[in-house]
């Protein structure tokens, strides 16, 4: 056996095909930043599980829409699909379900199991998209179509620049809705705003990236930052920040260890929390005792 | 800026409820700019039902709340927020988004800054400005939740029991900050609260919720606490249950 071939990928090779890989690399970068940040949002209205409910609905629409290109007259684009299903499970999450006697958690994990279930009988009839359709729901997808980025990159920025202007009014209404009608800051639709933003980018990142590691930009790292800072104009940033870095790392990672992309990137991304841990737990010691090993 | 006695809110036959249901009779009520109205009534008498309604996060069973003003800004201090203490907000964070109204979402500036900083010292918190509002007392909470209010210049300042979770000296400087503030600004106070010795003693206008009489009455302390309806809602406890307890 070739001494070269079983020490796996070398540098040289990554420089070499740079080309290929500037894109995937570019489009974990965008996807782990924008929902780093959109997640904390997520995750400070303890909803993470809306998240995996979303981005499985649009693994759906992209296997809807494979399935349609197949079979229907007509043609409907992958990031469509993803986008059409999303939004219309974030709109059927918010329904007011308590009004018909159910739980908000049973009714999530009814849109989880629907839209997954769905994604695995519509990939079903579209053997010859298997491929695809497994590199949506496990995040496996090793390169990104230029159109593909492009909508990653002009989302990401829409989104995020919503967030960052409403950022004020968007934290008052998660901290207290109440306090915020009061003050005469419109709740309902900035509600809307914020989910449809959280919903419609969820969609695209899950059609460049896979459901694994959408979800789990989407949650890892905002529990990261949170464990580290006290205010969330630091939590914020800091949630990109390391979302960003999961995202280029677990590509790394899944390049030099031969390894499924999204699943490192998702492993990258659950292993930024011990250590975010850690860092607190040393941080807490240092104040209270003024030494790190007293 | 408004005028001291200018009507700021008026409730017409308003009748409170929850679901539809009634639990008090219909009334009518004007908050004017500069009064203090306090509100008193026994333990779920529907007084949080009633300043709920009235700021809108309740719907009227019948009649209706009307803003006499189309730029009226209110504010409220609940009488406990429901919070997640995991929230990352500084007081300081807090006291800022009282500054956030409609149409101001954008990112705060220096104006603000300065804002925030005067409440916070108008309520004898600015020593709590950089710590985690998580991690505060009950009473250090309610205090920088006053500030939040008093950030956002309201001219009309709802108080749900704000002063349950201070003690004495930081109740009666709670209320003494109400009053400069309201003497400075014209600002109408609507507070609830259990102080038989604040509604005496400080309020213009006493609005009684006495729901096992089937009354809301509205007056002057004097009127209010020599009306029979306050004598049956506040009488003192029979001489044999006292010896008691």
């Keep these: 056996m070739d001494d070269a071939a079983a020490m796996g990928p070398s540098w040289a090779q990554f420089v070499e095909g740079w080309s290929l890989y500037r894109d995937p690399i570019l489009c974990a970068a965008i996807c782990g930043a924008v929902l780093g940040w959109l997640g904390v949002h997520v995750v400070l209205r303890r909803m993470v599980f809306v998240t995996a409910a979303v981005s499985q609905a649009a693994g759906l629409g992209v296997a809807v829409a494979f399935w349609a290109a197949m079979h229907l007259p007509w043609a409907i684009s992958p990031v469509l699909g993803a986008s059409g299903v999303a939004l219309l499970v974030a709109a059927a999450l918010a329904l007011p379900v308590e009004r018909w006697g159910l739980s908000r958690a049973a009714w999530l994990g009814a849109a989880y199991v629907a839209t997954w279930a769905g994604a695995v009988l519509v990939g079903d009839r579209i053997a010859q998209q298997a491929h695809d359709v497994s590199s949506i729901l496990f995040g496996s997808a090793v390169l990104v179509e230029p159109a593909v980025l492009h909508a990653v990159a002009l989302g990401g920025l829409i989104v995020l620049a919503t967030h960052l202007v409403l950022q004020p009014a968007l934290v008052l209404c998660a901290f207290d809705p109440d306090g915020a009608r009061v003050q005469g800051v419109p709740v309902r639709v900035l509600e809307v705003v914020s989910w449809t933003g959280i919903a419609a980018f969820t969609a695209i990142a899950t059609r460049a990236l896979g459901v694994l590691p959408v979800f789990a930009f989407a949650v890892l790292p905002p529990m990261a930052a949170l464990a580290l800072g006290r205010r969330v104009q630091i939590v914020l940033p800091l949630s990109a920040s390391i979302g960003l870095a999961a995202g280029v790392l677990g590509y790394l990672l899944a390049f030099f260890g031969e390894l499924p992309v999204g699943a490192s990137q998702a492993a990258v991304s659950a292993s930024m929390l011990p250590i975010a841990l850690s860092i607190r737990a040393l941080t807490v010691r240092v104040k209270t005792t003024g030494a790190p090993g007293a | ?245």
């Excluded at chain 2, 309806?229 to 029979?238: D, E, G, H, W």
């Design chain 2, 1 to 245: 800026m408004v005028a001291t006695g200018e009507p700021l809110l008026r409730a017409e036959a308003l009748v409170v409820g929850h679901g539809g249901r009634p639990i008090l009779p219909a009334f009518d009520l004007e908050v004017r700019a500069g009064e203090l109205l306090v509100v008193i009534g026994r333990n779920g008498s529907g007084k949080t039902t009633l300043v709920r309604t009235l700021l809108g996060l309740l719907p009227p069973v019948a009649g209706r709340v009307r803003r006499l003003r189309s730029d009226l800004r209110l504010a409220h201090v609940p009488q406990r927020l429901p919070f997640d203490p995991l929230f990352p907000l500084s007081a300081w964070d807090v006291v800022r988004l009282g500054t956030v109204r409609r149409g101001r979402a954008l990112l705060v500036g220096h104006r603000e800054t300065d804002v925030v900083a005067r409440a916070l010292e108008a309520v004898g918190a600015d020593a709590l400005a950089r710590q985690s509002f998580g991690a505060l007392s009950e009473g250090q909470r309610q205090r920088v939740l006053l500030a939040r209010a008093l950030a956002g210049r309201p001219d009309l300042l709802v108080l749900d029991e704000p002063t349950g979770a201070l003690d004495e000296v930081a109740e009666r400087e709670a209320v003494e900050t109400l009053r400069s503030v309201r003497a400075e600004r014209s600002m109408a106070v609507v507070l609830v609260t259990h102080e038989l010795d604040i509604a005496r003693s400080a309020a213009d206008r006493v609005l009684l919720v006495d729901r096992e009489g089937g009354r809301v009455l509205v007056g002057t302390p004097f009127e209010l606490f020599e009306h029979e309806a306050f004598r049956t809602s506040f009488r003192p406890p029979l001489p044999e249950l006292a010896s008691n307890g």
